[in-house]
Nanobody, 115 residues
Framework: VQVVESGGGLVQPGGSLRLSCVASGFTFSAYPMYWYRQAPGKERELVAS????????YYSESAKGRFTISRDNAKNTVFLQMNSLKPEDTAAYYC?????????WGQGTQVTVSS
């Protein structure tokens, strides 16, 4: 199982970024996918998740109304569209999947929101 994130970068407050996570080694369409983030000195927190059938999404309070999670099962990819970014969104963002009760993480992609 492997997940690889991309799409992070430096953006000004109010800007947007779209993160991608390409997965392999498992039947992508059968599993919920998760985006987490971890800011320096803070615990890793769940930002958003999407069910395997697209029917259910979850957003943290800080992400609601600004972030959108989506997936393309044909491309084994999950996305996180982030709009109206704030300095407090600065963090490393990680993709996660739980297969056979084990969680798998990518290397993360850094998002920095600063003027």
């Amino acid at each position: 199982v492997q997940v690889v994130e991309s799409g992070g970068g430096l953006v000004q407050p109010g800007g947007s970024l779209r993160l991608s996570c390409v997965a392999s080694g498992f039947t992508f369409s059968a599993y919920p996918m998760y985006w987490y983030r971890q800011a320096p000195g803070k615990e890793r927190e769940l930002v958003a998740s999407i069910s395997s059938s697209f029917s259910t999404t979850y957003y943290s309070e800080s992400a609601k109304g600004r972030f959108t999670i989506s997936r393309d099962n044909a491309k084994n990819t999950v996305f996180l569209q982030m709009n109206s970014l704030k300095p407090e969104d600065t963090a490393a963002y990680y993709c996660n999947v739980k297969v056979n009760a084990r969680g798998y993480w990518g290397q993360g992609t850094q998002v920095t929101v600063s003027s």
